[in-house]
């Protein structure tokens, strides 16, 4: 009994009271609830509960924002994305209609926003933190607004439950959910709702909400940089690097400063104070200079740790390969940067060459501001032309990349190919995925050595 709780619903006060004291009378040590404190299962049962339970996973969001200052930079984020931010709710924002206590929503995102900010040590201002909370596949960094999230994660949950709830109460008639549906299309400028197979999908009602915001933020972007820069962080490869698992002894932990600047790079905020760079030019805050920088400091040994990551990728393919081969160049100099020992398609041997251009290089922002990629196609068409001379002899892979992360259009089939072949010789069904993010991690690495290496005398590339 005194496990139980007494609670009256309906009648008057005066008769709920009677009620309970004759219940009191029989079974003294039941305790009497209140309707706020109501709840089954971790999720508040009225209505009028919401507010608190929400506050209440606010205030413990509030103390683990201040202790996750203590960690590295790299893995407190990651444990704020995967499992801190809205996952410590999501199971509430589905249980209940929690977007009716919006200002208690509001409350816990800023808590969220705050801990991105003092973790990433960088300032997000009201656009910053807009596109930070799209998840990465739509340019951000995956630390979801709850707010936001809230009304797509009930619906999803109340369409996923309806078959059940109907076999459970044959006669309440199933929870009518129109004017829920209303306010999403309302809040999704009019997007159609999910397919009927699709609506117990979060994902299916959440996409409309992160695709309008995502347009939006792109429509309001004045200059070609930053319509670059969205567009490149939209690709699906651009944002690997915030789902590699930051560990230092698989070499995947970007250290505190490398970290920011990728973050910082990413939102377009502030990623130095303007300087003058040893090379003479004028470094304005979003540090962009000193990615196209003719000094350049990060450059050769990001070339050479993709190379690198290439050569052991195939290895584990079982394909060995060496870099910077010798006897392969052609008259005027050139050779590639790796070639396999072994054929690897049509009896030929594999010969490659990687290069990392920069998304917002001035010579690139006129194509790279309209189509994510742009300037990593272009650099490979160059590649196929200065590599004509190997037609016949090798099959030749031009692999370009871009500083904002997004990949060639031939670097994308070259790179899941050599994925596909580790899985089947290994059997992890991950390694492109996890091939993927080491690149991912190289780029952002050599980004913040250039940034970096804008000023005299303070050069680092740190490869693990
Ligand atoms: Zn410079």
Redesign the pocket.
Request: hydrophobic letters at 10%.
């Given at each position: 009994m005194s496990k139980c709780e007494i609670f009256v619903s309906g009648g008057t006060a005066e008769e709920q009271e009677a009620a309970i004291k004759t219940f009191l009378g029989l079974f003294p040590t039941v305790s009497v609830a209140v309707a706020e404190d109501l709840c089954l299962l971790g999720a508040p049962l009225m209505k009028c509960g919401i507010k608190s339970a929400v506050q209440q996973k606010t205030e413990v969001m509030r103390l683990i924002a201040s202790r996750l200052e203590l960690i590295p930079k790299h893995q407190a984020f990651s444990l704020l994305k995967c499992s801190l931010s809205a996952p410590k709710v999501i199971h509430l924002l589905r249980c209940c209609p929690s977007f009716e206590a919006r200002d208690s929503l509001c409350e816990f995102d800023e808590v969220l926003r705050v801990s991105l900010e003092s973790i990433c040590n960088v300032r997000l201002d009201t656009t910053a933190w807009r596109q930070a909370s799209l998840p990465v596949r739509c340019g951000g960094l995956g630390i979801r607004r709850v707010e936001e999230l809230s009304l797509p994660a009930y619906l999803a949950s109340i369409h996923a439950t309806q078959g059940l709830v109907s076999r459970l109460l044959p006669h309440q008639g199933g929870v009518n959910v129109s004017d829920h549906v209303a306010l999403w299309r309302y809040l999704s400028d009019d997007a159609s709702p999910p397919l009927p197979e699709s609506r117990n999908s979060q994902r299916a009602w959440d996409t409309p909400y992160c695709m309008a915001e995502q347009a939006t933020l792109l429509h309001e972007a004045v200059d070609p940089t930053t319509k670059a820069r969205l567009l490149a962080s939209a690709t699906p490869e651009s944002g690997y690097w915030t789902h590699a698992l930051p560990s230092s002894s698989i070499g995947n932990l970007l250290d505190d400063e490398s970290f920011r600047i990728a973050v910082a790079i990413r939102l377009g905020a502030p990623a130095s104070s303007d300087h003058r760079?040893?090379?003479g030019?004028d470094v304005t805050a979003d540090g962009h200079?000193?990615l196209s920088?003719?000094?350049s400091a990060g450059r050769r040994p990001r070339h050479d740790c993709i190379n690198d990551i290439l050569r052991r990728a195939l290895g584990s393919a079982g394909i060995p390969a060496r870099t910077e081969p010798r006897g392969m160049h052609h008259e005027n100099g050139t050779g590639p940067d790796g070639i396999t020992t072994f054929p690897w398609t049509r009896g030929l041997c594999l010969a490659w060459d990687v290069t990392v251009v920069d998304t917002v290089a001035r010579s690139y922002l006129e194509h790279t501001s309209v189509k994510a990629g742009a300037a990593a196609d272009q650099a490979e068409a160059e590649k196929v032309l200065k590599y004509s001379f190997l037609t016949g002899r090798y099959e030749f892979a031009a692999v370009g990349f871009e500083t904002f992360g997004s990949f060639g259009t031939s670097a994308k089939p070259f790179v899941n190919e050599i994925g596909k072949r580790i899985s089947l010789q290994t059997g992890e069904i991950r390694s492109l995925e996890y091939l993927k993010q080491n690149i991912s991690l190289a780029i952002q690495r050599g980004n913040a050595a250039s940034i970096i290496g804008?000023v005299e005398n303070v050069v680092s590339f740190n490869r693990k």
């Open positions: 760079c040893r090379c030019s200079h000193g920088c003719k000094f804008t």
